[in-house]
């Protein structure tokens, strides 16, 4: 049994009392019982995926509320928080409410929208972060895109004050990455597929983090991939800065070299990093510096990813 | 305070201040007589010189200065975008050649009244600078205030809104500090100035909490084209969270009263039936703006200088 927020890491049973948690002891005596042997396994609680698409609205045809909510809980998730590049846009309220009556009504998860920082994700103007924050909207991000004006930013991130909400950023700058869709390196060189060069994730960590120092916002940085950005995280929270971040298990197992047989599936944002970027990611999950790991689940319909390595869309599934 | 500018509140003492409201209240009574008029400035020239334009507080110190029979020029210069200093100051000379007694400057950039100041030998009195001061306005709240609460010293002052782009924030802020109120201001946080505690206010982002025991609630105007988008995310949002509404003011005392330097956005930063009837005290304002500035005109360019002495010496006394 690991539950560390109980402070629980040995051996112990489960009873289970119409379909609730009733106690969670070592040595429970089983009397009239089901008892289920999992000796040799491990119990934990429910996991919460930080970082998700869920599609709906807009784009059920690659995954719903319902299915995504079922690929969770067969997947040991209890709870996920979604993003809001849906179609529309989750920028507000309508939206945010249609969300979590979807998943009130078809999904056996938890559901916790993420709004869009800026409405319809254009990077221009902040979205009505009180009235969505009422709505049942738990952060603000522009992930799928990222805020490339860094006086918007710095705006939404002041605004997210007045909400206490954090604003998770997908950190890349756009015109870094330009054309490039695997990691820029002799993986990339090899294949003779455009870069995508690990700067761009570093110099909007960088930005964000200081924005976050000026601010005072919450600031939590999205699918860390570099170990430029893990050094960067460790120490804006050194210095005792409102950040946090979080690592997909892609970022941690798989390197650009997955990409050597030009397999879609292996085409996502940020893309997969090298070696040295691998193991600061593992290091920063170890040291905390990474405070979770958030899947970004990002499904997509079979024939949307059976085109060529730069017309595949981004993304790999996760739950 | 004969010959002197007016360009910051903060330049006053307290004693001048109170004078200043004393005469004011004088002046409130002539505006009250049928016939609107006392000989105190007859003869005199004052010149409003308006780069940005106004109808509430050029008319004001038009009717102000024509009560007290002085002969009142209007001077509003066309404004282009570039503003060069050259041309300011060259149009603020040609004036102080006509020799006028007072010239009242208005500009929507922070300093200019100052640098006329400097180039003139007349008294200039500040009609407002960009986001930088707005003395007259705050002394007519201050006068406001202290009619309808009997004193200024010990009350609670609630200033909402753009705090960051307000003039008349600023002089409030100054102002009502001065004569011992305490002053608090609530906006959101893309609207409240950096370090502004530095100004000795506590800021808040809850309306709520700043309204908390206030006796006197001041609102700001918004000014929607310029800013929605970039500092708060709609119109809407705004009027939900930082607009006044009866339900809003419930948080502050029973007995306080509502002010706005207007022209009020309605709908916005205040409702409906708040913008219209007690306890706002807005046309209580606009009246007593005429009869302050009325004061502020008798007050500094009241004395006649005395006879033979070269004009230039004037300033100062």
Redesign the interface.
């Known amino acids: 049994m690991l539950d560390p927020s109980a402070g629980r890491d040995g051996p112990a049973d489960v009873l289970i009392e119409f379909g609730r948690i009733a106690a969670v002891e070592a040595g429970l005596e089983a009397g009239d019982a089901e008892a289920i042997d999992v000796s040799g396994q491990w119990v934990t609680p429910a996991f919460v995926d930080l970082h998700v698409h869920l599609r709906e609205p807009g784009h059920e045809y690659k995954e719903d509320i319902a299915s995504g909510g079922r690929s969770a809980v067969a997947g040991g998730f209890g709870t996920m928080a979604c993003m809001a590049n849906t179609e529309p846009v989750n920028d507000d309220p309508s939206v945010t409410d249609f969300i979590l009556d979807r998943a009130r009504q078809d999904s056996p998860a938890r559901v916790h929208p993420i709004a869009a920082a800026t409405k319809g994700l254009a990077g221009k103007v902040m979205t009505e972060m009180v009235s969505l924050v009422e709505a049942g909207a738990v952060a603000f991000s522009d992930d799928g895109k990222t805020i490339m004006d860094t006086g918007v930013a710095r705006r939404v991130m002041e605004y997210s004050r007045m909400v206490d909400a954090p604003v998770i950023v997908h950190a890349e700058d756009r015109t870094l990455v330009g054309a490039g869709v695997v990691n820029e390196g002799a993986v990339a060189t090899r294949l003779g597929l455009p870069g995508n060069p690990g700067l761009a994730e570093a110099v909007h960590v960088s930005r964000d983090i200081q924005l976050a120092e000026l601010t005072g916002a919450h600031v939590h940085i999205a699918h860390v991939s570099t170990a430029a950005a893990v050094g960067m995280v460790r120490a804006a929270r050194e210095r005792g800065l409102h950040v946090t971040a979080e690592v997909t298990p892609h970022h941690l197992t798989l390197t650009d070299e997955a990409t050597l047989g030009f397999d879609t599936n292996t085409k996502m944002a940020p893309p997969l990093r090298g070696r040295s970027d691998l193991e600061a990611c593992r290091a920063g999950l170890a040291d905390g510096t990474l405070d979770a790991v958030a899947t970004d689940h990002a499904p997509h319909a079979m024939h949307e990813k059976d085109v060529d390595f730069r017309e595949a869309p981004n993304g790999i599934i996760g739950l | 305070m004969i010959g002197r500018d007016l360009l910051l509140i903060d330049d006053l003492s307290r004693e001048e201040i109170e004078t200043i409201l004393e005469t004011a209240q004088h002046m409130r009574e002539v505006g009250e007589r049928e016939v609107k008029k006392v000989p105190t400035l007859r003869g005199r020239t004052l010149v409003n010189l308006f780069f940005e334009p106004s109808t509430r507080t050029l008319t004001s110190f038009e009717i102000a200065g024509k009560r007290l029979s002085a002969d009142v020029v209007n001077f509003s210069p066309k404004s282009s975008s570039l503003s060069k200093q050259e041309s300011i100051l060259d149009t603020a000379r040609t004036i102080d050649a006509m020799d006028p007694d007072a010239v009242v400057v208005r500009h929507r950039v922070a300093g200019v009244p100052k640098r006329i100041a400097d180039v003139l030998d007349v008294p200039v009195i500040n009609a407002g600078d960009g986001a930088h001061a707005h003395p007259t306005q705050a002394l007519l709240d201050l006068f406001t205030v202290q009619n309808e609460k009997g004193r200024i010293d010990g009350l609670s002052v609630a200033i909402v809104g753009d705090i960051a782009h307000s003039r008349v924030a600023r002089s409030n802020i100054a102002g009502f500090q001065k004569m011992g109120a305490e002053v608090r201001v609530a906006a ?3 609207m409240i100035p950096a370090q502004v505690e530095t100004l000795g206010v506590k800021a808040y ?1 809850s309306v709520r909490e700043a309204l908390e025991g206030a006796d006197v609630v001041m609102m700001l105007r918004i000014q929607l084209e310029r800013l929605e ?6 119109v ?2 705004y009027s ?2 930082f607009g006044l509404d009866r339900e809003k003011l419930r948080y502050a005392r029973d007995d306080a009263i509502v002010m706005h330097p207007g022209p009020v956005n309605r709908g916005v930063e205040l409702s409906h039936d708040l913008a219209d009837r007690r306890p706002s005290v807005i046309l209580d304002q606009v009246r007593n703006g005429v009869a302050l500035r009325m004061a502020v005109l008798y007050l500094i360019s009241g004395r006649r200088r005395p006879e033979g002495s070269d004009v230039r010496a004037a300033k100062g006394d």
């Not at chain 2, 988008?229 to 709609?234: I, Y």
């Open positions: 959101p946080p893309t982002t988008g970039a500092l708060f995310p709609s809407r949002e939900a969270t």
